[in-house]
């Protein structure tokens, strides 16, 4: 009987322990990034019955998963979908499938390339029956915009036949028959047909096709054969199933555009050869219903001398369908120098002149040079009685016209009389304008304006928040009186929290009522309706509850097309805790006298809300630190929420971590906020490595979930606190003029404060930031022995020299960074010399104790590359442990995965090797020669 109870015993011993083994949790490592999935286009059917998503893994096949809302177990998943839409009739849901990414990958280490390689598909899913029907070699598909359920489907290029000719040509070879081969065209086979499939038309040599927003007509355009002169526009009545053709015979024709009710048909199209320098276009406007054009326009019937018709600019017809808008360019000119055949290309001279009196410096000219060849000037043409009216001009160059045009004029600006000074003042006025699309003519508002003005829906009024005065304020437009909405208000209507030179921003506007009867303006928390004939009398829809309890409450729009906002709809807001960072919904009116309901709020970040356009059915997104952003399903109530999508399960075999937030003093006593990340299972009696990463205030973020996912140029928080690093991330607020001093102001108390908590293997701790967050950390550096280990990612030393730097991404001089924006200096060098030699780490890297790895890349557009360089020739001569990743090719922050996945490597093995005592890697020990250069990656640990 002993002998069975001890079998027994060890039975149960041997059951127990796989059980157990199998429940432990793992560390994340880089292998784990490719696997983790995100959610995209998320999107529900107007009668809210049907709702769907796509899921993607950072690397690999995503799908898309399409459900009832009633039953969300009931997915449909289409695998490697992508690009879905559902159909108007709520009837079906059609989209992509891409080729399988392994397969595509095997072929092209064959070498194998474009028309070898497999197409996308395209699925058509009947959503009550889930039958699924697929089309392969598709190039893409198109539904009309508004109504109609029709598709049109542009296939691929048929399977290459050229085995197919040589094999014909070989068994001819002895009758010398001719194999004629086909010729060539950029076009290939249209279907168009109902979703049902009963009705369907096919054209072949297609280029190009669009639907009328109706869904009534289709117009498709024929590419040209070789050696043929067959390009042409045909129309296809979807009643009638009828093609009439509408021009042929051109070389080109684009911006084939519908008006919004069908009536008319609009192109540009040249019969100059497709290599000519100098093409002349015409515009073609067709009146559908009498199968014949109206009019067309070319350089002669413009009216206009030195322009010609552009199709570099998209048409747009107004809603009335009474205009017509277009784009006019100056006539092409003629160099001498350019076109003088004499001269060899090896003896043209190349070179950039940098004029003091330019508006805008070289640099900046030559990253905005394509867009400067292809400037247009909005014209229009009304469709009565043929007029033209140029809108804008050298002069005035911006015009800008609505989503949907319904009135007859526009606001139109320029900075030109400021452009000069956009180098060193990127808050530049600009001359706001008027403009009347009969004649043309404008009429200024007001000169030197801050802001950028718009008009209001029924066009009574222009509107801005005019960042000088930190006012919201409106013209009255008939009579041109200018009305300052907020200055009489009680609260602060621009930012609060703003610590730069610069001149703060606002909170934004949330729109207008119908009629153009009030405006929605934000404060900091309140949401305020201010009618503009009556400012004094504004009313504070949120009754002064968000800043009672520190909640901000914005108006979420849940009509993508709305234009004016109806007062009598119920108003639903976000709202966002600034102490717990809890987030939700609540409810109210736009009568102001209703205290906001609460609806749902919790700890949690919710977000992406969308509604059913014809039920109260919303979808709505929701994360923590530890949870998915999972699509949640629900009404307007939020009584309840469904859990619809379930996204990396794997991640329940992960050791996580949590996080929580941390309050501290700043040394000059002001409270701040910090995210702390702890290990799974954290103790308090152990000690754990620390790192130490900021940028700017982040605090806010503590409810983001945060995946798994190569460095671009910052560690990764999950993959640190899941290889048992704390991680913590202080906010930081800034002093004009000491940016460097701010930064240990903020973060060092905030590090004392984590470790007083307990914990914290204070001989252990490293710090780590990228840009401006790499400058703090070689600040830092300078100031304290404390972290042991540092990584500083394109980060500015020398801000003397990277004052009259160029950021090559945008072409701009930086002095404006220094004296207005991040970099907080608040004026010039020769102003505030000292302020840039004692906010520069370069000059005191002497006191570096730390080692260091940099990061910085040679195509660096926001940082120069050379500050990188600065700082490791500096304690490479001071004999400075330090090292320097130069990714080539690569800008600010890494955009290619392969080196993002190199990085997070090298990231792991520095910090490891510091804080927790790991061999270091080879090319940290013996470095990478360049003759090894591409050979080996050096990964490997010593012994």
């Known amino acids: 009987m002993q002998n069975l109870k001890k079998w027994a015993w060890v039975i149960g011993v041997l059951f127990f322990i796989p059980a157990t083994f199998a429940q432990q949790k793992r560390s994340l490592t880089h292998n784990d990034y490719d696997q983790w999935e995100s959610l995209t286009s998320e999107k529900i059917t107007k009668n809210g019955q049907y709702a769907g998503y796509q899921i993607n893994p950072q690397e690999g096949d995503g799908r898309v998963e399409i459900f009832p809302i009633k039953n969300p177990s009931q997915k ?67 539904m009309p915009a508004e109504k109609g359920n029709w598709l049109a489907i542009l296939f691929e290029k048929e399977t290459s036949k050229k085995e197919v000719a040589k ?30 499939g009963v009705k369907s038309w096919e054209f072949d040599r297609v280029k190009s096709y669009s639907f009328s927003p109706n869904g009534d007509f289709l117009q ?41 009710q069908s009536s008319t048909l609009a192109f540009i199209s040249t019969d100059d050869s497709l290599k000519a320098k100098k093409p002349e276009h015409t515009l073609y406007i067709y009146t559908i219903s009498k199968g014949a054009f109206s009019t067309q326009i070319n350089k002669s019937s413009l009216g206009l001398s030195n322009y010609r018709i552009s199709p570099d600019r998209g048409l747009r017809f107004s809603e009335d369908e009474s205009r017509l808008f277009f784009g006019i360019a100056p006539d092409y000119k003629d160099f001498a120098y350019e076109s003088d055949t004499t001269i060899l290309e090896e003896e043209r001279v190349s070179l950039d002149i940098w004029g003091w009196q330019d508006a805008e410096i070289q640099p900046m000219q030559l990253i905005n040079k394509a867009s400067e060849e292809r400037k247009t000037y909005l014209t229009t043409i009304d469709l009565r009685d043929f007029s033209i009216a140029q809108l804008g001009t050298p002069e005035i160059e911006d015009v800008a016209l609505e989503n949907k045009i319904t009135k007859d004029f526009a606001l139109a600006w320029t900075d030109s009389p400021y452009r000069r000074n956009y ?18 003519t404008k009429t200024l508002i007001e000169k030197n304006v801050s802001g950028t003005p718009r008009l209001s829906p029924s066009g009574k009024y222009a509107y801005w928040y005019d960042s000088r005065d930190s006012s919201w304020v409106a013209t009255d437009i008939p009579s041109n009186t200018k009305i300052n909405l907020t200055k009489n208000l009680p609260v602060y209507f621009h930012d609060e929290l703003h610590d730069s030179p610069s001149l703060p921003g606002s909170y934004g506007a949330e729109g207008w009522l119908e009629d153009d009867a009030a405006i929605l303006i934000n404060d900091r928390y309140d949401i305020w309706k201010i009618d503009p004939k009556n400012p004094a009398a504004a009313v504070n829809l949120t009754m002064g509850i968000g800043r009672k309890d520190h909640l901000t409450f914005r108006r979420e729009s849940l009509k993508p097309d709305e234009t004016s906002i109806d007062p009598n709809e119920e108003l639903i807001l976000s709202a966002f805790n600034e102490e717990t960072k809890e987030s939700g919904f609540y409810s109210t009116s736009y009568n102001g006298n209703q205290i906001p309901k609460k609806l749902i709020l919790s700890a949690h970040r919710y977000f992406g809300l969308i509604k059913a356009k014809e039920s109260k059915q919303v979808l709505v997104r929701r994360s923590t630190y530890q949870e998915n952003p999972d699509l949640f399903i629900s009404d307007l109530s939020f009584k309840s929420l469904s859990k619809a999508s379930h996204l990396n399960p794997q991640q329940s075999e992960i050791k996580w971590g949590s996080a929580e937030l941390v309050s501290y003093l700043t040394n000059d006593g002001t409270p701040l906020q910090g995210l702390l990340f702890k290990p799974e299972n954290f103790d308090p009696e152990k000690k754990y490595p620390m790192m130490v990463y900021f940028y700017e205030r ?26 048992d690093y704390l991680v913590f991330v202080p906010d930081i607020k800034y002093d004009l003029g000491l940016p460097g001093p701010s930064a240990y102001d903020c973060i060092i108390p905030g590090v004392q404060a984590v470790i007083a908590k307990g914990g914290v293997d204070t001989e252990n701790m490293a710090i780590q930031g990228q840009s401006w967050g790499g400058y703090q950390v070689a600040y830092l550096i300078t100031r304290t022995n404390m972290f042991k280990a540092a990584g500083a990612g394109a980060p500015v030393v020398n801000m003397t020299s990277a004052y009259g730097g160029i950021r090559w991404g945008t072409g701009m001089s930086r002095m404006f960074q220094y004296e207005q924006t991040q970099s907080r200096i608040g004026g010039t060098l020769w102003e505030k010399p000292l302020y840039y030699l004692e906010n520069s780490p370069l000059f005191t890297m002497d006191r570096v104790q730390t080692p260091v790895l940099i990061m910085h890349n040679d195509a660096d557009g926001a940082v120069p590359w050379y500050q990188g360089i600065e700082m490791f020739m500096a304690l490479k001569r001071l004999n400075k442990p330090a090292w320097l990743l130069q990714y080539n090719g690569e800008d600010h922050n890494l955009t290619q995965r392969k080196n993002a996945k190199d990085l997070s490597i090298r990231l792991s093995q520095f910090f490891d090797h510091y804080l927790k005592g790991a061999p270091a890697p080879l090319w940290m020990t013996e470095g990478l020669p360049a003759v090894e250069k591409g050979r080996t990656l050096k990964y490997e640990l010593e012994n």
């Open 76 to 142: 449909v998943i289409i695998s490697r979908g992508t690009g879905f839409l559902f159909s108007h009739d709520d009837l079906y849901a059609i989209g992509k499938i891409s080729p399988q990414k392994d397969s595509v990958r095997v072929l092209k280490l064959k070498k194998k390339k474009g028309d070898d390689l497999p197409k996308d598909s395209l699925f058509i899913l009947s959503l009550s029956s889930g039958k699924i029907e697929k089309l392969a070699r598709v190039k893409s598909y198109a």
């Open 167 to 196: 094999d014909s040509v070989k068994s001819s070879v002895d009758s010398l028959a001719k194999v004629e081969k086909p010729k060539k065209t950029d076009g290939t086979r249209l279907l168009v047909r109902s979703l049902d």
């Open 220 to 260: 498709y355009t024929l590419a040209e054969e070789e050696k043929e002169d067959n390009a042409a526009v045909y129309l296809l009545s979807l009643s009638s199933g009828e093609s009439q053709l509408v021009h042929e015979k051109m070389t080109t024709y684009s911006n084939v555009t519908f008006s919004p």
């Open 423 to 440: 180098s060193w003042d990127i808050q530049i006025g600009r001359d706001l304008y008027l403009v009347d699309f009969k004649s043309g």
């Open 698 to 723: 982040s605090s806010d973020t503590f409810h983001n979930y945060r995946a798994p996912a190569p460095s671009r140029s910052t560690i990764n928080i999950p993959y640190f606190v899941s290889n």
